[in-house]
């Protein structure tokens, strides 16, 4: 899936720094077999479904149309936040104050099932607990708004039991940040990992647990019923039949559900990463319009900075719909979605140069791209995505894919094997009323 950059000042760019490793292949199916639960995607949604289905006596098999990891999961900020991707105090404007203290609990949720699962399984990931910050830049219209926003943030958040800080103009100078940043809110408790090996160490310990058969290189064309209970997956590689199946391809999923498609559209996200630094960038992950960054620990006791971001939601080059008005599939939607593209590269460095000028001399060593799922509500979509053809999933994260996919995939796992889990047993009323695939809200 990796597409280098093929001409221009960019050329030969297009691996992520995450994916830069020796990564562990499992090879392709060969020839036809039968599952309980067939998974399609081994991002860190498909992995992680297959170990609490494994854990509860399910057997899966996961079906990867590249390598492990190859998708979003290893091409993020490698951040993990406990909250939606909008504020606190517009999550209330918009779900009700109880059902926002519920969508921040259940991130939290998340964040301790996440920590239990890396410590299960032994991945070596670098996790860590720096914290977030999300700051208004007053070279952005609207900023005094956003820096009230994130003033009442810290006030609801802290009334409601989590652990937040306004961040004033003076604070954020202390902190090393450009003197365009007036405000921001702090989590501590948000956390940092490298990606790829995040998503390839669990996916590693999943196999060799026996919880799943991981086939990768092997494209899943066709979802089709076989039967009233069971659904024929057709693969580049044979067919899979099954009682299930789980479509966890992220922004792609209208490509098999074409009804989910007014719910769920295409971002490309863009990212660079320096060469290793002496000096430490910053300490743990920050955000604001049109940019965002961490430093990565290197094994010598230097950092890098990895910085992403460079566009606005309506970027003509980000934005991608699985279908155009007359139905036809989009054909751009996968191959430059996990691109990097020429002009948006060039977007990032003029943000990155802007808000770094120490750094500008520091060589840049990977630059890519990577495709992300968002509803219009801002809230993911998890559960039944359609059942006359026994397909279920989760997708659209909106940029929070590793704060939500562990509460997902133990809820879902827990629904087919009929056993309530952690997330079941306190969240169900959350997860049916804010989350459901193909509520009206989602819907661009
Ligand atoms: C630039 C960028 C920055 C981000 N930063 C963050 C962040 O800091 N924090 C955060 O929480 N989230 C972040 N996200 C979002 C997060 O990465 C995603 O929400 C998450 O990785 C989604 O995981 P997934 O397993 O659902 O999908 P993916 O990781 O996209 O996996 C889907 C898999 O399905 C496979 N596939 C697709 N079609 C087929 C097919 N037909 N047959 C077989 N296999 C197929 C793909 O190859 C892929 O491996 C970011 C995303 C991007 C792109």
């Known amino acids: 899936m990796p597409s280098p950059i093929p001409h221009g000042p960019y050329a030969g760019f297009g691996l992520s720094y995450w994916l830069d490793f020796e990564r562990p292949r499992f090879g392709p199916l060969e020839g036809d ?22 854990k509860l006596g399910v057997r899966s098999v996961v079906l990867e149309g590249g390598v492990v990891g190859d998708g979003a999961s290893g091409r993020n900020q490698g951040s993990m936040n406990h909250g939606t991707s ?16 519920a969508l921040w609990n259940l991130g939290l949720e998340n964040q301790r099932l996440a920590v239990a699962m890396i410590n299960e399984l032994g991945v070596k990931c670098s ?19 956003e820096d009230r926003g994130y003033r009442s943030d810290a006030v609801l958040l802290n009334a409601d039991g989590f652990h937040a800080e306004y961040l004033s103009a003076d604070d954020l100078r202390a902190d090393g940040q450009h003197p365009l940043f007036v405000g921001g809110l702090r989590i501590p408790s948000d956390s940092q990992f490298h990606s790829g090996r995040y998503v390839a160490g669990m996916a590693q310990s999943v196999a060799r647990a ?7 290189e092997t494209r899943v064309l066709a979802l089709d019923p076989d039967g009233p209970n069971a659904v024929r997956v057709t693969t580049s590689r044979g067919v899979v039949r099954a009682a299930r199946a789980f479509l966890l391809t992220n922004a ?13 559209l295409g971002e490309r996200g ?3 990463v320096t060469e290793p630094l002496s000096q430490r960038p910053c300490r743990g992950s920050y955000g604001a319009a049109m940019a965002w960054w961490r430093e990565i620990p290197e094994p010598d006791g230097r950092w890098r900075l990895l910085f992403g971001g460079g566009r606005k939601r309506d970027e003509p080059d980000s934005l991608f719909r699985a279908f155009d008005e007359k139905g036809a599939a989009n054909p751009e939607m996968e191959s430059e979605g996990f691109s990097a593209s020429d002009a948006h590269q060039r977007r990032l460095d003029a943000q990155f140069h802007l808000l770094f000028p120490q750094l500008k001399s520091a060589r840049v060593t990977h630059r890519w791209g ?6 219009a509500d801002s809230l993911p979509v998890i559960g039944e995505f359609d059942p006359k053809r026994r397909i279920h999933g ?9 704060a939500y996919t562990d509460v997902g995939a133990q809820y879902l796992a827990g629904k087919v094997a009929g056993v309530a889990g952690s997330v079941e047993k306190q969240f169900e009323p959350v997860i049916r009323e804010c989350l459901t695939p193909g509520r009206g809200s989602a819907n661009w």
Do not use: W
């Open 370 to 375: 990577g495709l992300q799922g968002f509803t």
């Open 270 to 272: 863009q990212v660079l």
């Open 127 to 145: 996790y860590e607990a720096l914290g977030f910050v999300f700051m208004a830049r007053s070279d952005e219209p609207g900023f005094e708004e």
């Open 86 to 101: 909008i504020g606190y105090t517009e999550c209330i404007n918009q779900v009700g104050r109880e059902n926002a203290r």
């Open 394 to 402: 989760m997708a659209a994260f909106c940029g929070r894919g590793n």
């Open 33 to 54: 077999i039968s599952a309980d639960v067939a998974i399609v995607g081994a991002g860190i949604s498909g992995v992680k479904l297959a170990h609490y289905l494994g």
């Open 252 to 264: 792609l999923v209208p490509q098999f559900v074409p009804g989910l498609a007014r719910g769920i």
């Open 210 to 216: 026996g919880h799943a058969r991981i086939f990768d």
